[in-house]
């Protein structure tokens, strides 16, 4: 009996440490494919930030209670961010699903869709955090959280880390409607 739990023991944190080494690696492969296509279209490539991916994971590991731009709890996705105290001047997300989704088919159906392009060669955000979290069934959810750094004040001493409304006029890469549950891509200006 000793023998099989430590064969199964042994067989479980393989599996463990796989999965993380898995995950590492299609973030690095989709970090790669952005910023390859970034320089291709002339932008700067977008710096990883490494509270924006833990950010990011966090949200990936929600999209399986509820695949939208609103967190499980109703509010929005910029909270996470929020509650790390990470300043930003802008910020946008994009998130995807798909049974056995690696990095390039991710990828690829960003770049084929005209918001969430818009958000990956934004030439207003500087940095990104990637996250995927895959489920047992298979099912792998993929989270893109882009970034204008700020330093916490606006030049006109608003907090840039207030509530910002999409359609109020301010600088801002969302569609019509940043609170559209139905869009994967989500960007909001003026925070």
Known sequence: MRILVRIFV???????????????????????????ERERNGLNALQPYEELYEAADVRARELPKRFSH???????PFTVIESRGIPYAMVGENIAMGTRMDAYEAFEGWMD??????????????????????????NA???QIFLKQSHGDSDDGSDTN?????????????????????????SQGCR
């Not at 042994?10 to 590492?24: H, I, K, P």
């Not at 207030?162 to 891509?185: P, V, Y």
């Open 70 to 76: 609103t967190r499980p709890n109703g509010r929005s």
């Open 141 to 143: 959810y993929w989270v």
């Open 113 to 138: 869709s005209d918001g969430h392009r818009k958000n990956m060669m934004s030439s207003d955000f500087d940095s990104i955090g990637i996250g995927y979290y895959k489920d047992r069934s298979g």
């Open 162 to 186: 207030g509530d910002a409304d999409c359609n109020a006029g301010c600088q801002s890469a969302c569609d019509s409607d940043c609170d559209d549950d139905e869009d994967e891509n989500q």
């Open 10 to 36: 042994a067989f479980w944190l393989g599996l463990v440490l796989v999965s993380g080494t898995a995950r590492a690696d299609q973030t690095d492969i989709m970090l790669e494919l952005v910023n390859t």
